[in-house]
């Protein structure tokens, strides 16, 4: 963990690279240039772009191609337990030498990135040299300048939900500019997969997509179904039940569903897809902790719950699941900068118990436990602040039965996986 912080504050602290978000392409593409276009080199791309769900949605995909018997490149924005997990090449992830060596080419060109671009060139470069089958690459806030946005002939673009995250990197603060960010800039010279939307999103999608030249799959081509207590994977062929036991939310589950289909239309046989979904684990989305550090401190009746949502939709998919338990849940909140606090809290109504806020560790960018101890009281929620999770824990943790909900931020919520 201690590496991991050094690095990012490496990266934080070179003059070469700004913390600031500033979207050009003008700047990668200058260092890709000198660096003899290693980006050219990746074979089959497949972006991930949109608000809510694009790790599930590349995490499935990866479990699929593997149990393939193919090999995946993947990267990832942000890391939850260290900057490793950002950068999967295929086997394994970079090594903290890997990475250093990298930056140090980096440094070399002597061009101004920001760290999110250097981030996505120490993936690329290292990629490059792998030749692995596929090249999964999750987009950054938004998509038509965003750093990840390099290539002319992707083999899959896949939207995922969209929403009003992201409002502050924008001119016009609108949900119409934020759909005209992540899909208006799409190649003509793809697949497009577009995961479920609310119907106000799909329209604005479908607009901007006329006269995209490219094959588009809309979401009405497979469905979500439930029968009795089983969810299934439909389409106009074939049924898949989805056999999880560590999937629990209507979101993650079309997230897997839209991962099915996209598998399905690269011939990954259905039997290995059936095989694969029991094995598919998404950390830090509605995750219980049931072994660690962590689950041996709270006692035999509770359970500990990690979810690192931070946006009103993602809210709602964690409140939704939360109202479907019947013993009390109580609540560990943090949150970051840029986040809508208030709007957030306010899907959870009738939910918790009682909410402690704390604030997040290592992250400069977070929100005080005091603001949002005064937005819970605010929303009326019976709520108290604590200094630190483990202060949190030992105020919650009872003989009583429950659920203890960790919520609000994926740097939370990577805390506390290090913690356990």
Not at 106 to 112: A, R
Not at 115 to 127: G, S, W
Not at 231 to 242: A, E, H, S
Not at 345 to 362: A, D, M
Request: aromatic share 10%; proline share 2%.
């Amino acid at each position: 963990m201690s590496q991991s912080i050094n690095l990012y504050n490496q990266l934080a602290k070179n003059k070469l690279f700004s913390k600031s978000v500033n979207f050009d392409l003008k700047r990668i593409k200058l260092i890709l240039q000198k660096l003899n276009h290693p980006e050219k080199k990746l074979k089959n791309v497949i972006n991930i772009i949109g608000s809510d769900g694009k790790y599930s949605l590349l995490t499935s995909l990866k479990y699929f191609i593997e149990a393939n018997h193919q090999k995946a490149s993947a990267y990832i924005s942000p890391s939850l337990k260290s900057i490793r997990e950002r950068f999967w090449m295929g086997k394994n992830f970079l090594s903290y030498k890997e990475i250093k060596e990298t930056v140090k080419i980096i440094e070399k060109q002597k061009i101004h990135l920001t760290i999110f671009e250097a981030l996505t060139v120490i993936f690329v470069l290292n990629a490059s040299r792998k030749n692995n089958d596929y090249n999964l690459i999750e987009a950054g806030a938004l998509f038509a300048k965003d750093s990840t946005n390099l290539f002319e002939f992707p083999k899959i673009q896949a939207i995922v939900n969209i929403n009003k995250q992201h409002l502050n990197f924008l001119k016009k603060k609108t949900l119409n500019e934020v759909i005209y960010q992540k899909v208006g800039f799409l190649s003509n010279f793809t697949s497009i997969y577009i995961g479920k939307q609310k119907p106000l999103v799909l329209k604005k999608i479908k607009q901007l997509l006329k006269r995209n030249s490219s094959s588009i799959q809309y979401s009405n081509s497979w469905k979500l179904i439930k029968i009795n207590n089983n969810f299934f994977y439909k389409d106009k062929k074939i049924r898949i039940k989805l056999n999880t036991k560590y999937i629990h939310s209507k979101g993650l589950l079309e997230n897997l569903c839209l991962a099915i289909k996209i598998a399905l239309d690269l011939k990954i046989d259905k039997k290995i897809i059936i095989k694969t979904i029991p094995k598919i684990k998404f950390p830090a989305r509605i995750d219980y902790l049931i072994k660690g550090r962590l689950a041996k401190k709270i006692h035999k009746n509770e359970k500990l719950l990690i979810d690192g949502c931070h946006s009103e939709t993602s809210a709602k998919n964690l409140a939704n699941y939360l109202k479907t338990i019947r013993i009390p849940i109580y609540g560990i909140w943090a949150m970051t900068k840029n986040k809508d606090p208030d709007r957030f809290i306010k899907q959870f109504k009738g939910i918790f118990k009682k909410i402690i806020t704390i604030p997040i560790e290592n992250e400069s960018a977070a929100l005080s436990n005091k603001l949002l101890l005064k937005i819970a009281k605010k929303n009326n929620y019976n709520s108290e602040t604590s200094k630190s999770f483990e202060e949190a824990l030992k105020k919650i943790t009872s003989k009583e039965k429950k659920i203890i909900c960790c919520f609000g931020s994926l740097y939370s919520a990577g805390n506390i996986l290090n913690k356990n």
